[in-house]
């Protein structure tokens, strides 16, 4: 990790919950560096997401890795699906010690099937052979009329 960090991003109990969750990485195919660490990968990802720096300006000093391959590496993640099973399992371990709070839950009612349909909606009115009133340029000699009779 970088010189500049104080304490880490991601304390080593939430960390316990992700590392596992992460892919086994394939076969190197060429030599070359070392690959990233998971946990800097993360840390790269979340460091983009909050301060919303373009991966390839991605500061080199604090350790990260190229922007580049850490964003190879959300793209490995979510197709492997990480983080829906991470917001399971910090599900299971917030419901485990009663720590879940449903004060602040949003249900999105868009994804609800409708009871009934609704009224049928009135066929827009063609304009194809009619020029249309334009609501936005109208007449200078109107417009300059003056109030004061």
């Not at 922007?67 to 371990?93: D, I, P, Q, S, Y």
Request: proline share 7%.
């Amino acid at each position: 990790m970088g010189k500049r960090q104080s304490r880490p991003w991601i304390v080593s109990e939430l960390w316990s919950l992700i590392e596992p969750l992460s892919p086994e990485p394939g076969p190197k195919l060429v030599a070359g560096r070392p690959r990233v660490p998971d946990r800097q990968a993360l840390y790269a990802i979340l460091f983009v997401l909050h301060t919303g720096i373009q991966w390839e300006y991605l500061p080199q000093e604090l350790g990260f890795g190229s922007g580049m391959t850490c964003w190879r590496r959300l793209a490995a993640w979510n197709e492997a699906g990480v983080w829906e099973k991470l917001h399971l399992a910090l599900l299971k371990k917030l419901r485990s010690v009663k720590q879940l709070d449903w004060s602040r839950a949003v249900i999105d009612s868009s994804r609800i099937r409708a009871a009934r349909r609704g009224p049928k909606a009135v066929p827009a009115r063609s304009t194809a052979h009619d020029r249309a009133a334009s609501i936005t340029s109208w007449s200078t000699a109107r417009a300059s009329r003056s109030r004061s009779r």
